[in-house]
């Protein structure tokens, strides 16, 4: 069986950069429209730029860590990657789709991998409705923000607001607030991976949101719709051993 074609692609820093020169030496690579599999070299931020970059020919992606994190990344070596590549385990992920309105009436939508955040702008805190499948289900939460991840998402931004983690396989999204002032005691909610939620901000004006669907942000919103989007998918690769699963799994036990 034929090797894959892999394309190549780095992070702007000189990690990423001088792995990059050492793997184009040690293997043929294509460009990256051309290529059966796009290597990744860098941190969880890059992989993310590489996913949203190459969002319409869902070409799988093996990334190798050469920034801090890596959590959506293996570990980097040079040796035997076409054999990593072939034995390697293929992880589907959806994303969630968000349609923003803001205060002059411009409607925006956005892809998010690992959540939507919404996030005060000024001094005041904000004040937000959430719905969940057009019912309100909570009139008037009081916080910095609040946001929606995925489960591939829920160990990031979302775990350091306190939100759970959720299995890759458990079919559910997380809804956690950010600094909520009222209700105090309200932790978030798990919902359905069909949910639609909706945010609706009160007093937008006096107390300005915004909404980030990963690295892309809209300011001045004053509603903000968020859903599964079911007509995508982004494959990513892991060696067998440390699939995101696995990862996941790792992080509900971890010190």
């Known amino acids: 069986m034929a090797s894959p074609s892999i394309a190549v692609c780095s992070a702007d820093t000189d990690n990423a950069n001088e792995a990059?020169?050492?793997?184009?030496?040690?293997?043929?690579?294509?460009?990256?429209?051309a290529a059966d599999v796009i290597v990744a070299l860098g941190g969880d931020?890059?992989?993310?730029?590489?996913?949203?970059?190459?969002?319409?020919?869902?070409?799988?992606?093996?990334?190798m860590n050469r920034g801090s994190v890596g959590f959506l990344l293996n570990e980097y070596r040079e040796e035997a990657l076409l054999e990593r590549i072939a034995a390697a385990t293929k992880v589907t992920l959806n994303p969630?789709?968000?349609?923003?309105?803001?205060?002059?009436?411009?409607?925006?939508?956005a892809i998010a991998i690992n959540e939507v955040s919404l996030f005060r702008e000024q001094r005041q805190s904000a004040k937000i409705s959430i719905a969940v499948d057009g019912v309100v289900r909570l009139d008037e939460l009081v916080c910095d923000g609040v946001l929606v991840a995925t489960p591939a998402g829920s160990t990031a931004y979302n775990l350091s607001a306190h939100g759970p983690i959720i299995p890759l396989g458990a079919g559910l999204l997380a809804l956690t607030p950010i600094s909520a002032f009222r209700p105090r005691r309200w932790r978030g909610a798990m919902l359905n991976r069909g949910a639609r939620v909706g945010f609706e901000v009160l007093e937008p004006e006096k107390r300005p949101v915004s909404a980030t669907a990963d690295n892309m942000e809209v300011r001045d919103v004053v509603s903000v719709e968020v859903?599964?989007?079911?007509?995508?998918?982004?494959?990513?690769?892991?060696?067998?051993?440390?699939?995101?699963?696995?990862?996941?799994?790792?992080?509900?036990f971890a010190p």
């Open 96 to 109: 969630l789709r968000m349609t923003a309105t803001t205060i002059a009436g411009q409607r925006v939508s």
């Open 45 to 63: 931020g890059f992989m993310l730029q590489t996913l949203h970059r190459h969002i319409d020919r869902n070409v799988p992606v093996f990334g």
């Open 20 to 33: 990059d020169a050492r793997l184009r030496k040690l293997y043929a690579t294509v460009k990256p429209e």
């Open 227 to 252: 859903r599964e989007a079911t007509d995508i998918a982004f494959t990513l690769l892991f060696d067998p051993d440390q699939n995101l699963e696995e990862r996941i799994l790792k992080e509900q």
